[in-house]
Structures are given as C-alpha cells and as structure tokens.
C-alpha cells in the first residue's frame, strides 16, 4: 500500500473481532518498529506481545480499552538507556517508543491489520502485573487484530483542521 494511502486511511478501531494475528504478519509489524530511528541508535524500546488469555486480562485490569482485540502489544523503554538532551531537562526514551510505535502502527494498516493506539491504562499497576523490569518505562499499548464485521472509522476521524490552523512559517 503507498505511503500517504496508509497514512490517510488508518484509523483506530474500537472494536475487534477477537482473532489474534498471524505470526508472519505480527513478525513484519515488529520488524517495522525494530527499524525505526532512536537517538544515538540506543534502541531502548522494548515491546512485549499479549495475547494470552492470561496476559489479555491482566491488560484488561488495567483498560477499558481493549476493545476485544487479539493481540495487544506493550511498547515500553528502558529508562536508564536513554539520551539525555542538552539542558538536561529531557531524554530520549518516550519520544523513541513514540516513534517505534507509529512505525508499528502504519506497518500493521500496511498489511491489512487494525490498530488501536491506547494510552487510557494503570502504568505502574500494568507493569506489576506483566513483570516488567523496574527500569522499564510503559509507554502505550497498541490493540491489533481486525475490525468486528460492520464496524468502520468513528465520525471524527475524517475531520481534520487545515495546514494553516496547525503549521507556521517562521
């Protein structure tokens, strides 16, 4: 699928009809998000795959916002392999997830693969939960699977201000 059709045509979908998905598609999503640019290359995301029963509940203790998917991926980094930016005051590690992310998120539209990009859940109840290691940040959640039979894009989705409401020349 080309690029701006990927972009312009993805949505988040809110309702799943349950089906996990395929290892080979999972495994090209996943690879999209391992080639994904991180500051000074540290590559501090780690994503762990849920779709376990037991992994899928112990997400939805933590969301509401499943929303029936199969398979939900958990985009985490590593908080003490992070590059720290000039002032000090910033790092590295949830704007790479943050891009690691929507690269997983495009290549999942791109093979046929709904997604929903969750940041309404419990962090550090969820990182108890699944085990993750003390220094790991949460950063988001991403439902995948594909949409429930008639379910198509909210409303919203379409609407979109224009360039000159969101971008000045300087």
Same mark, same amino acid.
């Given at each position: 699928?080309?690029?701006?059709?990927?972009?312009?045509?993805? $949505?988040?979908? *809110? =309702?799943?009809?349950?089906?996990?998905?395929?290892?080979? =598609?999972?495994?090209?999503?996943?690879?999209?998000?391992?080639?994904?640019?991180?500051? *000074?290359?540290?590559?501090?995301?780690?994503?762990?795959?849920?779709q376990s029963e037991e992994a899928l509940s112990?997400?939805?203790?933590?969301?509401?916002?499943? $929303?029936?998917?199969?398979?939900?991926?958990?985009?985490?980094?590593?908080?003490?392999?992070?590059?720290? +930016?000039?002032?000090?005051?910033?790092?590295?590690?949830?704007?790479?997830?943050?891009?690691?992310?929507?690269?997983?998120?495009?290549?999942?539209?791109?093979?046929?693969?709904?997604?929903?990009?969750?940041?309404?859940?419990?962090?550090? =109840?969820?990182?108890?939960?699944?085990?993750? *290691?003390?220094?790991?940040?949460?950063?988001?959640?991403?439902?995948?699977?594909?949409?429930?039979?008639?379910?198509?894009?909210?409303?919203?989705?379409? =609407?979109? *201000?224009?360039?000159?409401?969101?971008?000045? +020349?300087?």
């Open positions: 699928m080309e690029f701006f059709e990927t972009v312009k045509n993805r $949505y988040s979908c *809110k =309702k799943f009809n349950g089906k996990s998905v395929e290892k080979d =598609k999972l495994e090209m999503i996943l690879e999209a998000g391992r080639l994904a640019p991180t500051a *000074k290359n540290l590559q501090e995301q780690h994503i762990y795959v849920a112990k997400i939805d203790a933590s969301t509401p916002c499943r $929303y029936n998917a199969g398979t939900v991926l958990v985009v985490a980094y590593d908080r003490d392999n992070v590059y720290t +930016y000039p002032g000090g005051k910033q790092s590295s590690g949830a704007e790479d997830a943050a891009i690691v992310a929507t690269h997983i998120m495009l290549a999942a539209h791109s093979v046929g693969v709904d997604s929903c990009w969750l940041n309404c859940f419990y962090a550090d =109840k969820l990182k108890a939960d699944l085990g993750l *290691k003390e220094n790991e940040e949460i950063l988001m959640l991403l439902d995948l699977g594909y949409a429930a039979e008639g379910f198509s894009p909210l409303e919203n989705h379409f =609407k979109r *201000k224009p360039l000159s409401e969101t971008v000045s +020349y300087i």
